[in-house]
C-alpha cells in the first residue's frame, strides 16, 4: 500500500528568537519548573585591563548586556554567533570569577569602532559589526 | 561549546596560566581583526605632539560613533560605507624645487605593504596644509595630483592624472585631493611604493614651485604634515562559532 506521504515538519526559519514568547525579566525569578531564569546585566570590556590603551587611542572599552543564569535561547540556538559572544566567553576564560560565559542568543546588535595605532605608527580606523549586544533573546 | 549550565561554584574554576591568557588576547585580537598585537614604535617625546593623521583620524572616529545623524555630509557618507579607514603617515618627500628649470613637482611615496589584504578600497585621499602664499599674491593657482606610474632613468616618468583642484594663492587650510583612481594598481603593485605627483601651475600655465604657493610639506609642523587616508570595505568576514 502507498504509504501516505510523510508530513514534512514546517522548516524552522534560523530567526533569532522574538523576546515576546519568552517569561520576561518581571516575571518571577523562579521560572515553572523552579529553575533560575537568566538575568541581563551589562559587561564592560576594558582595553585598559586588557592591557591595550598603548596602542588603542580609542575608544577606552566598550559596554554590552549578557545574560547569567539558565537561559532559554542558548547561544547555540542562534547559527552566527556574534563577535561579542565570542569576546565575552574568552573574556570568561580569563576572569571567570567576574565575567560569565555568553549564554545568550541577541536579537539587537550594534557596531563598535575602535582607533589604533599599527605596528608602523600609521592610525587606523575599524568598525566592528555585530561587536556590541543591546537586547538579548530572553528579555 | 555552548553554553550548558554554569558549574556550581564549589567547581573550582582554574585561573588561566600566562602562556593561555597570551593564547586568550590573540584570540580576542583576533575577534577584533588583528592579526597579532601591533606594536608602534614609541614616537620620542618631541614626537609626541599631536600629529595630522592622529587627529584627523579622532575626528572620523567620533563621526563614525555619531553615524546615526541623518544630515551626513559627504565626509559621513563615505565613512557609512567603510569597515576599514588607514591613515598613511610614513612617506618619502622629493621636490623638484628652485634650482631646477621647470617643471616644478613634489614627490610622495608611500609603502603600499601596509595596505590590509582582501580589502576593497572605496575611497583614497591625498591631504596637504596650504598657507597664503607671500610670493604671489591674488593668483590663482591650479593644483593637479598625478600616480607616478613608471619611471625611466633617460626621461619623463609616465603619469596618471588623479586630480584637479583650483584655489587662490592667499587660501588657507587642508587642501585635499581625490586619488581613488590610484587604488585600481595598488592591488596589482603591493611590493612597489605609490609615488603621487603634485604640480602646481598659474592661469597662464607657468609652473609653481608648491612650496612657494604655500603647500607644506614633511618640514611642516606635525599637526601640518601631509598624509594619505583610504576607507576600505571589508570582505563579509566568515561567522565564526563560539570555541
Known amino acids: ?139 | 561549546g555552548g553554553p550548558g549550565p554554569r558549574p556550581p561554584p564549589s567547581c573550582p574554576q582554574r585561573l588561566l596560566g600566562a602562556r593561555e591568557r597570551r593564547d586568550m588576547q590573540r584570540e580576542i585580537l583576533a575577534v577584533l581583526g588583528l592579526p597579532g598585537r601591533p606594536r608602534p614604535r614609541a614616537p620620542p617625546a618631541a614626537a609626541r605632539l599631536p600629529a595630522s593623521a592622529p587627529l584627523f583620524m579622532l575626528d572620523l572616529y567620533h563621526a563614525m560613533a555619531g553615524d546615526d545623524d541623518e544630515d551626513a555630509g559627504p565626509l559621513e557618507r563615505r565613512l557609512g560605507r567603510a569597515d576599514l579607514v588607514m591613515s598613511f603617515v610614513n612617506m618619502v618627500e622629493r621636490d623638484r624645487a628652485l634650482d631646477h628649470q621647470e617643471p616644478h613637482w613634489k614627490e610622495f611615496h608611500f609603502d603600499l605593504t601596509q595596505i590590509p589584504a582582501g580589502e576593497a578600497v572605496t575611497a583614497a585621499e591625498f591631504r596637504i596644509y596650504k598657507e597664503p602664499s607671500i610670493h604671489l599674491l591674488n593668483m590663482t593657482l591650479h593644483v593637479s595630483m598625478f600616480e607616478v606610474v613608471q619611471e625611466h632613468s633617460n626621461r619623463e616618468s609616465d603619469l596618471f592624472f588623479l586630480d584637479l583642484q583650483t584655489l587662490r594663492a592667499g587660501d588657507e587650510g587642508w587642501l585635499v585631493l581625490d586619488v581613488t583612481a590610484a587604488s585600481d594598481r595598488w592591488l596589482l603593485n603591493r611590493n612597489k611604493d605609490l609615488g603621487l605627483r603634485l604640480c602646481v601651475e598659474t592661469e597662464d600655465g607657468h609652473s609653481v614651485d608648491p612650496g612657494l604657493a604655500g603647500l607644506l610639506g614633511r618640514q611642516a609642523p606635525r599637526s601640518r604634515q601631509p598624509f594619505m587616508v583610504t576607507f576600505f570595505r571589508a570582505s563579509p568576514s566568515p561567522t565564526r562559532v563560539p570555541r
Open chain 1, 1 to 139: 500500500a502507498v504509504r501516505p506521504p510523510k508530513r514534512r515538519q514546517p522548516k524552522k526559519p534560523n530567526e533569532l528568537p522574538h523576546p515576546n514568547k519568552l517569561p520576561g525579566i518581571f516575571d518571577d525569578s523562579h521560572g515553572s519548573r523552579g529553575r533560575q531564569l537568566c538575568r541581563r546585566h551589562e559587561l564592560y570590556v576594558s582595553f585598559q585591563d586588557l592591557g591595550w590603551l598603548d596602542w588603542v587611542i580609542a575608544p577606552q572599552g566598550y559596554s554590552a548586556y549578557y545574560c547569567d543564569g539558565e537561559c532559554s535561547f542558548p547561544l547555540d540556538s542562534c547559527m552566527n554567533a556574534t563577535n561579542h559572544a565570542i569576546l565575552q566567553s574568552l573574556v570568561h576564560l580569563m576572569k571567570p570569577d567576574t565575567v560569565p560565559k555568553a549564554c545568550c542568543a541577541p536579537t539587537k546588535l550594534s557596531a563598535t569602532s575602535v582607533l589604533y595605532y599599527d605596528s608602523s605608527n600609521n592610525v587606523i580606523l575599524r568598525k566592528h559589526r555585530n561587536m556590541v549586544v543591546k537586547a538579548c533573546g530572553c528579555h
